[in-house]
């Protein structure tokens, strides 16, 4: 099978840098003087290691709840003797002054800083520190309008002296800095970002005609002088004079202009013109329209200033715009393509802009929509990877309804334990923590018990054991609390039973948990509340049969209140033969300890004996099941007895009745755990039933002949 793109395994060096990271004092440093972080004087790094590092700190800052800030970090990094950095991407208000003064001696060539708000003037020397050696600055921030302080407090800031800066973006400058006299100094760029820059002289971005290759002016006023600049810049690969919205635009955008763009400059690859009005129709009539299959062929473009390209462009965007229905687009790549693309977008913007509530709340529902099944082919499973830890960085910091709704909706776009394992423990604990208030929104209520649920279904014992530890029962049966007083049998309350029944399945810790928590009272209080609920009593039964499996547990269910209960769900017709077969299941192990353990006179060992053997004669020994059995052990531990010939013989129907409807399924697992050669042994017992032992042999011969129908 050929993996996606971007579906390798972490490189040895990202693991290591990790490893290094998350222990720095027993790798690379040491503790100096008041326990300051100090570089091991034998420890020298080249500037691959040394980016990574810096790099990584700041994902992991963004990324891993359990990781802390460490006070000196970059000071680690001061002496370029030891230590080089070539190329840093530092981001919001964990980056300080101090710490890009700290390697200030270092010869960056790349430096983006994203919406490092505590940033001020300082900042700005420390950076013409670097001006002999850096060939890309970038800034981008999340609230230009209270965080762009380091550009405004000094008026005079200049780049000169820059000489080898080829990429800038000054996206979001504010209107007071003239941009012409700012960027007047720096002969050498081949790339510039103006987004949101206010361009009253635009003539001066000729001096770069015979050098820019990529320029980017999104959400920037277009008038006739800057479109005149533009088809003069003709070496230009990349355009974006693309708008958020069309509302504010007082610019339209004709068949003329577009076809003066396609014929000045013939070297665009990629052109972006998303939120324009088109002034007139720059459409082939629908009846010219060639018919057929979506073709990017330049003679086929449904856009007629497109025909006029040399090739197809590698990307053509036009969202919000009348052109981006049309059928034949003459580019590999469009907006309505590039789901993949779009989806690291989004993920790069919440882990960005991750206190800015409006882009939280949007991000987390594009999330939900671009994880669903229809673009999943797609997506590979490292990207996939990247927006549960996104999701799940947005439930740690907003408690906000509409996020933590759109975070647990996206989640269940997963293969729920599978894609979530990774982050087992963390997923869990945000989940529990969403479900501990006593009064929380119905519908995210709804769905984070509906995750637990599935997150404790089908994985292995020492997960539920640890989830159990993290208060899952306590919590589960909180919610069960709450919904009887509110006498409300709701979505919730079922699947908090079910989520009881998965977590205590072969986990004896669990089971005790759930006693000690009040679990039986509950049971009974919800049995008698509602006494009409099939699917209720099924999940509450399932449970109970994990408990009573426990023989250290069982005593605290032989009492005379619950065997009653017990013995009268024998004749439920709940749910198929479900609740009168989970009934009867923990009446059988309690019936495998012997007569000795029965001190109660009433009800009777042999009269509910009794209504077991009833019981189990009145199901239907074909019925199919809604029920997944991972093991058989605890029933094959009934088989080879005569103290208790009922529960022999409800293990051996149980068997019976697995084998015959799913053989598939359950032969196998039989064969592997050792049933064939319990069930032969019922056989050879004199008390075994002659009921039981016709079953038995049938239940004995059916994986054996399944077997040998596989050999052949």
Known sequence: MVSKAGDDPDSL?????????????????????????????????????????????????????????????????????????????????????RDLEAIGKQDLMELHLTCCNRLTARSLQTLCSFKHSLRSLSEDEEDLEEH??????????????????????????????????????????????????????????TQWSERLASLVLYNVELTEELIHTLLQMSRLRHLDISRENQRTSKFKMTRKILSSI???????????????????????????DVVGRPSIELCKSSIYPF???????????????TLCNVTHIPAYKTVSNVFAVCLQLVITALKTHKYDKSIQVTGSAALFYLTNTEYRSDQSVRLRRQVIQVVLNG????????????????????????ELEFQYHRVNLLLLKILEPARQDESIQRIAVHL??????????????AVGKMGFVKTMLNLIQKKLQDRMCDQVMEFSWSALWNITD???????????????????????????????????????????????????????????????????????????????????????????????????????????????????VSSRRNINYRSFEPMLRLLPQSGAPVSQHWATWALYNLVSVYPGKYCPLLIKEGGVILLQKVLELESSHQETKDMGGISFHSPVRDESDTDS
Not at 271 to 284: E, F, K, P, Q
Request: charged share 25%.
């Open 262 to 288: 396609v014929q000045s400059l013939v070297d665009l690859v990629s052109l972006d013109i998303s939120g324009h009005i088109m002034l007139d129709n720059c459409t082939v009539p629908a009846f010219e």
């Open 506 to 620: 072969e986990t004896p810790d669990n089971c005790q948990m759930f006693l000690e928590c009040n679990g039986m009272n509950l049971f009974l209080d919800c049995l008698k509340e509602f006494p009409d609920k099939q699917e209720l009593h099924r999940n509450m039964l399932g449970l109970l049969g994990n408990v009573a499996e426990v023989k250290a547990l069982r005593p605290q269910l032989l009492t005379k209140q619950f065997i009653t209960v017990f013995s009268e769900l024998l004749d439920s017709k709940a749910d198929g033969i479900e609740v009168s077969y989970n009934a009867c299941g923990v009446l059988s192990h309690i019936m495998f300890d012997g007569p000795e353990v029965w001190t109660m006179e009433e009800p009777r060992r042999t009269h509910v004996m009794d209504k077991m053997w009833a019981a189990i004669q009145s199901w239907d």
């Open 307 to 321: 025909q006029e390209l040399k090739r197809p462009l590698q990307f053509l965007g036009l969202y919000n715009t």
């Open 452 to 465: 637990c649920n599935a997150l404790v279904c089908q994985v292995d014992n020492d997960h539920k054991e």
């Open 148 to 205: 762009l302080q380091w550009h405004t407090v000094d008026l005079d800031f200049s780049f000169q002296g820059f000489n080898r800066l080829r990429l800038l973006n000054l996206g979001g400058l504010r209107a007071e800095l003239d941009v012409e006299t700012l960027l007047r100094p720096l002969p050498a760029l081949t790339s510039l970002d103006l987004s949101s820059v206010h361009l009253p002289r635009p003539a001066f971005l």
């Open 13 to 97: 060096m990202s693991l290591c840098s990790v490893f290094c990271l998350k222990n720095l004092r027993r790798t690379m440093c040491f503790s100096g003087e008041q326990n300051r972080l100090q570089l091991r004087p034998d420890v020298f790094l080249p500037g691959e290691i040394c980016d990574r590092l810096v790099n990584e700190y700041m994902d992991l800052l963004h990324t891993d709840s359990d990781f802390e800030p460490q006070d000196g970090f970059f000071q680690l990094f001061s002496d370029p003797r030891s230590t080089r950095l070539t190329r840093l991407q530092l981001r919001e208000d964990l980056v300080r002054d």
């Open 395 to 418: 439930m740690e910091h907003y408690q906000e309804v509409t996020v933590q709704r759109n975070c647990c909706l996206t989640l269940c776009n997963f293969s729920i334990p599978e």
